[in-house]
């Protein structure tokens, strides 16, 4: 089973990219701050995605799933596909999944529960023992919570639980700067938002394999070509040593002709402009594959393997 996870898309979804899935995940601020008309306009757009199965919870940007649930009600039955989860679950194909919005008090926003109170210690200890995939909107304490290297913000009370559930994956979002994937021994860690801290969505989608037997996530090792990329621009940025090697080339007649006439021009012999052309053509070909390269889609996704 491929699961495709994003999350605080603020209303940016429509510039992602996704790739195709099986289960498209979405944890939780898919507005900026709760509309109507925003979550109307989302849910149209998260309908319309081919994946089979759309899994989306609320986060604290999404006022009226917390404000007026009736009305949400009435969105999701008017934009039909999606599963929509308030501590509650689904299972599908076999694979046990499960979702809540609330996270430790933010701001006075939505769905915010007082910090290591018995509220939150409550809506953890309901996540059934046996789930396979936990979808929050917030982290757990200490795993992908940080802003900039700074506090850890996730919740301790679903630290605790998680401990016990031990799910096979957990999904979340909320610290825009925290992006990235996370390993323990039991559990693979999602910080799936695409928004960056200053709200551009240009972080990729996560795409994980939900295996039998083992979990692989795309993007988080890198590439061979990536790294001949890299090997390539260190030794152009090195200054020139050594003696110069001369290398065969086989031209056509007008080829030689043309250079010929261009060396006059630059007042060069030919070998010299031959030389010039090389030199800039590499580095322009390797700054033209690197843009490329750093492109969302091809970016690497952080990744931390954890201490159990």
Known sequence: ????????????????????????????????????????????????QPHPHKILIAGNHDWLYQRDPEKVALLLAKHQGI????????????VKFWGSPWQPWFCSWAFNLPRGGESL???????????????????????LDQVRGGEHLGC???????????PRLHVFGHIHDAFGVARSRTTTYVNACSCTEAYQASNRPIVVDLRLKSIKVHGIEPSERR???????????????GPVEETLLKLSPRHLEALSEMAGVRELPVEGLLQQY????????????QRAEDKPAHRLVPFTRLDE
């Open 278 to 289: 090389v030199e800039r053509g590499l580095q322009a070909d390797v700054a033209r594959v």
């Open 83 to 94: 599963t929509y989860l308030l501590d509650s679950g689904v299972e599908i194909e076999g």
């Open 121 to 143: 210690r409550h809506v953890w200890n309901i996540i059934p023992i046996d789930t396979d995939v936990v979808i929050t909107h917030g982290p757990p304490h200490g795993v």
């Open 1 to 48: 089973m491929r699961l495709v996870c994003i999350s605080d898309t603020h209303m940016a979804h429509r510039g992602l990219h996704l790739p195709d899935g099986d289960v498209l995940i979405h944890a939780g601020d898919a507005t900026s701050t709760g509309t109507p008309d925003e979550v109307d306009r989302f849910l149209g757009w998260f309908a319309a």
């Open 227 to 241: 790294r001949r990329l890299d090997a390539a621009k260190a030794i152009l940025d090195r200054p020139p040593e």
């Open 156 to 166: 301790e009370e679903l630290k605790i639980r998680l401990a016990a559930v031990k």
